[in-house]
T-cell receptor, first 114, second 114 residues
Framework: DTGVSQDPRHKITKRGQNVTFRCDPI?????LYWYRQTLGQGPEFLTY????????KSRLLSDRFSAERPKGSFSTLEIQRTEQGDSAMYLC????????????FGPGTRLTVL | AQTVTQSQPEMSVQEAETVTLSCTYD???????LFWYKQPPSRQMILVIR??????QNATENRFSVNFQKAAKSFSLKISDSQLGDTAMYFC???????????FGKGITLSVRP
């Protein structure tokens, strides 16, 4: 068990560019979550997968955001036409299905949009 | 909608002393779960302690314990015998619903002084 990993750890991009982040959850975890954390705030829920199915998306997730988990293992989060307001830490977490289980977080991808 | 409020942005405590971090929440749900997560500087978020709302007994994990007051919708974290390694941001979080997404407070920065 190597924990949740995210790649890249840091991304600097210019406004208008597209970026893609990857999350590799703990292998036996069927649930995967994306959160966004801005400076001085707690993480905010973006979207959730159970296996390969995306079951919930936050209203924070505008049309420029898309997430996939094609084989129920790793997940990608893409942001198209980035804006300065997208600058944040993007966190991925995974857990076994059912409530009350600990969510295991990755180190995050810090996005800076210039 | 659920909300989590952490009104103290920062706290400081002397090593070996006890500190209490406050958290209140608002929900109309009857069945839910509460968590405290720790985010050390530049490191991944990890679970500190969790509490099931239907359990009256307060959860305890070594030096960490909670004071859960369901009627008051309060969920405070007590850290006993504070250690330098406890220096971190602490987030109170709430979970309900089939998707088990977490709703976080803004967090509190705890500094342990030597």
């Amino acid at each position: 068990d190597t924990g949740v990993s995210q790649d890249p750890r840091h991304k600097i991009t210019k406004r208008g560019q597209n970026v893609t982040f990857r999350c590799d959850p703990i292998s036996e975890h069927n649930r995967l979550y994306w959160y966004r954390q801005t400076l001085g705030q707690g993480p905010e829920f973006l979207t959730y997968f159970q296996n390969e199915a995306q079951l919930e998306k936050s209203r924070l997730l505008s049309d420029r955001f898309s997430a996939e988990r094609p084989k129920g293992s790793f997940s990608t989060l893409e942001i198209q036409r980035t804006e300065q307001g997208d600058s944040a830490m993007y966190l991925c977490a995974s857990t076994r299905g059912s409530s009350y289980n600990e969510q295991f977080f990755g180190p995050g991808t810090r996005l800076t949009v210039l | 909608a659920q909300t989590v409020t952490q009104s103290q942005p920062e706290m400081s405590v002397q090593e070996a002393e006890t500190v209490t971090l406050s958290c209140t929440y608002d929900t109309s749900e009857n069945n839910y779960y509460l968590f405290w997560y720790k985010q050390p500087p530049s490191r991944q978020m990890i679970l500190v302690i969790r509490q099931e709302a239907y359990k009256q007994q307060n959860a305890t994990e070594n030096r960490f314990s909670v004071n859960f007051q369901k009627a008051a919708k309060s969920f405070s974290l007590k850290i006993s015998d504070s250690q330098l390694g406890d220096t971190a941001m602490y987030f109170c979080a709430f979970e309900t619903g089939a998707n088990s997404k977490l709703t976080f407070g803004k967090g509190i920065t705890l500094s342990v002084r030597p």
